[in-house]
């Protein structure tokens, strides 16, 4: 454990104080004892300013704490308030029986949905109707979780003006043994574009194996019987018929390949 994490605990500052205090009260009065110690108003003096330099310090050192502290906090605010208007991002609290109890403003730039009218309601009343049953049997699972374990799902929510979207949630089980409540809190992240992106690739990564596909058969046909033809009108004898019959397959051959070249053109400007 670091230095600074260890004098930042409230026993050990309060512990210093303790020992600093009771030192500067026996020594003071052992130095007043040896100094002024015959003289009564000089006594009263000395414990006067004695009493005013010790509040002098512990104030100074008040205000360097409290502004450490201070500033410390409102750092860590900052840094929230940071991430939490990024409209992607919010929190999410959910009661025992999956009814939102608590959800971040900024769902309604994702959702069109203000807060409370998410609030009150259950979570799986905003799912669309063919995840509805998924979404159910993913928040069963979620039950029955440990207490103060973690977990993870994907949410698809149905917004307000009809669109799909598709949160990402990390939360957390919260027991309360005092008063044995059960309560959920999570962080979401709007990763709908992400998702969309992912399936774009898949789809084209789909279109390149169907070109690779048409490449390897669609062009190969046609290109293997030219490469034969050819063959046959180089290295043989053929009389006037034959080699008029295979410069007619020849044609037919270019013009196959010719368009299936053309159809594979097409696809990868698709892509």
């Given at each position: 454990?670091?230095?600074?994490s260890?004098?930042?605990?409230?026993?050990?500052?309060?512990?210093?104080?303790l020992?600093?205090?009771?030192?500067?009260?026996?020594?003071?009065?052992?130095?007043?004892?040896?100094?002024?110690?015959?003289?009564?108003?000089?006594?009263?003096?000395?414990?006067?300013?004695?009493?005013?330099?010790?509040?002098?310090?512990?104030?100074?050192l008040?205000?360097?704490?409290?502004?450490?502290?201070?500033?410390?906090?409102?750092?860590?605010?900052?840094?929230?308030?940071?991430?939490?208007?990024?409209?992607?991002?919010?929190?999410?609290?959910?009661?025992?029986?999956?009814?939102?109890?608590?959800?971040?403003?900024?769902?309604?730039?994702?959702?069109?949905?203000?807060?409370?009218?998410?609030?009150?309601?259950?979570?799986?009343?905003?799912?669309?109707?063919?995840?509805?049953?998924?979404d159910?049997e993913?928040?069963?699972?979620?039950?029955?979780?440990?207490?103060?374990?973690?977990?993870?799902?994907?949410?698809?929510?149905?917004?307000?003006?009809?669109?799909?979207?598709?949160?990402?949630?990390?939360?957390?089980?919260?027991?309360?043994?005092?008063?044995?409540?059960?309560?959920?809190?999570?962080?979401?992240?709007?990763?709908?574009?992400?998702?969309?992106?992912?399936?774009?690739?898949?789809?084209?990564?789909?279109?390149?194996?169907?070109?690779?596909?048409?490449?390897?058969?669609?062009?190969?046909?046609?290109?293997?019987r030219?490469?034969?033809?050819?063959?046959?009108?180089?290295?043989?004898?053929?009389?006037?018929?034959?080699?008029?019959?295979?410069?007619?397959?020849?044609?037919?051959?270019?013009?196959?390949?010719?368009?299936?070249?053309?159809?594979?053109?097409?696809?990868?400007?698709?892509?």
């Open positions: 454990m670091s230095k600074s260890t004098i930042n605990k409230p026993w050990t500052i309060s512990l210093i104080y020992i600093v205090g009771i030192c500067w009260i026996f020594f003071s009065d052992k130095a007043a004892e040896y100094l002024v110690s015959n003289d009564i108003r000089e006594m009263s003096r000395y414990q006067l300013a004695k009493g005013i330099f010790f509040v002098i310090v512990t104030s100074l008040l205000f360097i704490l409290i502004y450490r502290l201070y500033s410390q906090v409102n750092q860590r605010k900052q840094e929230l308030e940071l991430l939490f208007t990024n409209p992607n991002l919010g929190i999410l609290k959910l009661d025992e029986m999956g009814y939102v109890t608590y959800i971040s403003e900024n769902i309604r730039k994702i959702t069109g949905y203000k807060a409370s009218e998410i609030e009150g309601k259950h979570i799986i009343h905003f799912s669309p109707v063919e995840w509805k049953e998924i159910l993913e928040l069963k699972l979620i039950s029955k979780s440990k207490g103060n374990e973690g977990f993870t799902f994907t949410k698809r929510i149905l917004c307000k003006n009809g669109e799909i979207i598709i949160l990402k949630a990390y939360g957390m089980k919260v027991v309360n043994e005092r008063i044995k409540s059960v309560s959920y809190i999570t962080t979401f992240q709007n990763i709908t574009d992400q998702v969309k992106f992912l399936n774009r690739l898949e789809s084209q990564n789909k279109k390149l194996k169907d070109i690779a596909f048409e490449h390897s058969h669609v062009v190969r046909a046609p290109l293997a030219i490469m034969g033809i050819t063959d046959l009108i180089q290295n043989h004898e053929l009389d006037p018929v034959e080699k008029k019959e295979l410069l007619y397959n020849l044609k037919l051959s270019s013009v196959e390949l010719d368009q299936a070249l053309k159809e594979i053109n097409l696809k990868m400007n698709e892509v």
